[in-house]
């Protein structure tokens, strides 16, 4: 492979995947990481999983034409959609997908209740069913769909009043009544203070992306493929926007 081009690419439906490049860079300094924004299509939740599909081909072909190592979908409405048409299409890559934290919510609170915060698409897809079935014999799984917030976190307004209006009719009925909320969507770690003003300090509130980028280090590893150079990130978005660049930069460094 050609040293400079040789990426781990990350790519989401939007701003949302900036959440898992920053643990990625965290646990990988020195690897070179292209990240890929598709804000002109997003949201992707609320998208029939043929249309999730076909966009997650054509982003996933315009990185590998870059000479990608590894793709990283942190976005959980793509894995669920997507996942595995990918790894099928890419079979001579490293293909890592981003699921919701159900197994260490569950193995924290056994016999607890756990909140599912996502999108209507990923918590209907089969792959959550999977999920919530299987951790559902040990604890009880709350499905909280939230269509609207990952717009509102496009728009740099994750932490805003209106991020509060929309989250708290359906997060305050579990008030004292939920021990941790998985944020099901690469989105909404952008929108913890809000969440946290609703739920207070008690509620566990635990995301994918630390998963994701141990187990992406784990098969580069596998590979022979880490690089201990000096790193280098490389932020780019399907919608030319300046403003939209300017915040995906912005969440990177927060």
């Known amino acids: 492979m ?23 860079r965290r646990l990988m300094p020195g690897e070179r990481f292209l990240y890929l924004g598709d804000s002109a299509n997003a949201p992707y939740g609320t998208r029939p999983p043929e249309q999730i599909r076909a966009l997650a081909l054509k982003a996933a072909a315009r990185l590998a034409d870059r000479g990608i190592k590894a793709l ?18 890419y079979p001579d890559r490293i293909v890592v997908g981003i699921e919701p934290a159900l197994k260490p919510a569950a193995d924290r609170f056994p016999g607890g209740t756990i909140g599912v ?82 739920l207070g300090e008690d509620v566990v509130l635990l995301d994918g992306g630390e998963g994701t980028a141990r187990e992406t280090k784990r098969r580069l590893h596998q590979a022979g493929l880490l690089n201990e150079a000096e790193g280098e990130t490389v932020i780019e978005n399907s919608l030319d926007d300046p403003a939209l660049l300017a915040l995906s930069k912005k969440l990177l460094e927060d």
């Open 117 to 198: 915060l996502a999108t209507p698409v990923t918590l209907r897809e089969e792959k959550f069913h999977q999920l919530a079935e299987h951790y559902g014999q040990h604890c009880t799984v709350v499905k909280l769909p939230a269509p609207g917030l990952s717009e509102l976190v496009e728009h740099g307004k994750g932490d805003s009043p209106e991020a509060e209006a929309l989250l708290r009719p359906l997060l305050a009925p579990w008030v004292g009544k939920m021990d941790a909320l998985v944020l099901g969507c690469t989105h909404y770690p952008f929108a913890t203070a809000a969440i946290r003003r609703i």
């Open 2 to 24: 050609n040293a400079k081009t040789d990426y781990i690419a990350v790519f989401d439906s939007g701003v949302g995947g900036i959440s898992v490049l920053r643990q990625l």
């Open 72 to 89: 990283v979908v942190a976005c959980n409405t793509a894995t669920a959609a997507a996942i595995d048409t990918l790894r099928q299409t």
